[in-house]
């Protein structure tokens, strides 16, 4: 059987630092699209001249085929969004209620504080260029313990929670903003935690 890291390529997926950056009017927004449609709305980004950001993860898909009376599968990598229906964009405040023209967008969420956003922004795309080095697992419910912050190594930053499962740690980090849970598994010696 293959091994994770050696079916991944080692390209990385597109990240425009300028989403980091605000300038003027500009704003930086969770962006709720219609079911399915967060490549679109990317693609829509993108050709309208709208700075953008859908974190992605590598899955596994098979396909199975029948030809000539004979079933097969084959796997294929592809790329999926890291949280379902969500892509951020930064756009100029007065064009923001624009983007539901596009019949894309179901809900555009609000920020309180935009410098923290911004700052889990940059944590998101910490977390999916971990995801292409190391496997990750993708929860959307998951019982929760005691709450830590990681304070150094390529998790600094990431806010979670440690569980113990089949007799191994595992980190799991929410992404607070967008509801939904990654697992991974670390060796927690190796990091410096802080109890929240």
Known sequence: MLNFHDMISAEYPEFDESILKLTG???????KTTPLHEFKFRDYCKENGIVCYLPVRRVWRIHNVNSNGKA????????????????????????LRRLFDTKLV????SVSNLTAFIEEVKTVRKV??????????FHEDIAVGDR???MSGAWEG????????????????????VHQLITTTI????????KL
């Open 106 to 109: 179901a809900k555009i969420l």
């Open 25 to 31: 009017t500009d704003v930086v927004r969770p962006v």
């Open 158 to 177: 990431v806010t979670g929670w440690l569980s113990c499962r089949d007799k191994k740690f595992k980190w799991t980090v929410q992404i607070e903003f």
């Open 128 to 137: 999916e260029l971990i995801g292409f080095k190391q496997e990750l697992e």
């Open 72 to 95: 097969y599968n084959y796997s294929k990598e592809v790329l999926r969004p890291m949280f379902t229906s969500y892509v951020f964009v930064k756009v100029p405040l007065e064009r």
């Open 148 to 150: 830590f912050k990681i």
């Open 187 to 194: 060796n927690p010696s190796k990091f410096k935690m802080v």
